[in-house]
T-cell receptor, first 113, second 112 residues
């Protein structure tokens, strides 16, 4: 089973729409969860951490369900500048003991005018 | 703007060359990482340094040799690489009270 799974997309959505991404992770011992954004040929940049209680940052809302090992990201009122690859990221790897990040393959989002 | 810098931005090298990638941070973070990212793939962890000591080596071939000369610098020495080693090499750092890692802009390496 893959450690962090995401739908690779691409998701093509019109500007102003709401879009949701989902992610599952296999290591139940994982403690920290993130969404990173990566633009073409750039480094990953932290979008937001994800907490069990759910958290919101402007147009972005992240949710974590530890029981289901499921993470989500909701983007409301999408902008053209939201076009990027969204990486679901989990701290630690299967087998435990490491503090490197494990990345999903990313979901490619294209916002269309 | 990132507080993690990497040099060079681009590097082209032959299979017999020796080169080094450099990473520098001034955030006072004591955990530093090397990741490798192939095209259309996610970053993959290579090495972890904690307080200037190598704590994790993800079974990386010996042609990649990391070095952490001080708390601000992280190097990756390259020797006898293969064309399949061509990738974006990312440095990241992490502070003690968080699991959030901050990435440098990366070095795009091409091995001919």
């Amino acid at each position: 089973r893959k450690e962090v799974e995401q739908d690779p997309g691409p998701f093509n959505v019109p500007e102003g729409a709401t879009v949701a991404f989902n992610c599952t992770y296999s290591n139940s011992a994982s403690q920290s969860f993130f969404w990173y954004r990566q633009d073409c040929r750039k480094e990953p940049k932290l979008l937001m951490s994800v907490y069990s209680s759910g958290n919101e940052d402007g147009r972005f809302t992240a949710q974590l369900n530890r029981a289901s090992q499921y993470i989500s990201l909701l983007i409301r009122d999408s902008k053209l500048s939201d076009s990027a690859t969204y990486l679901c990221v989990v701290n630690g790897r299967s087998g435990g003991g490491a503090d490197g990040l494990t990345f999903g393959k990313g979901t490619h989002l294209i916002i269309q005018p | 703007d990132t507080e993690v810098t990497q040099t060079p931005k681009h590097l082209v090298m032959g299979m017999t060359n020796k080169k080094s990638l450099k990473c520098e941070q001034h955030m006072g973070h004591r955990a530093m990482y090397w990741y490798k990212q192939k095209a259309k793939k996610p970053p993959e962890l290579m090495f972890v340094y904690s307080y200037e000591k190598l704590s994790i080596n993800e079974s990386v071939p010996s042609r990649f040799s990391p070095e952490c000369p001080n708390s601000s610098l992280l190097n990756l020495h390259l020797h006898a690489l293969q064309p399949e080693d061509s990738a974006l090499y990312l440095c990241a750092t992490k502070g003690p009270s968080t699991d959030t890692q901050y990435f440098g802009p990366g070095t795009r390496l091409t091995v001919l």
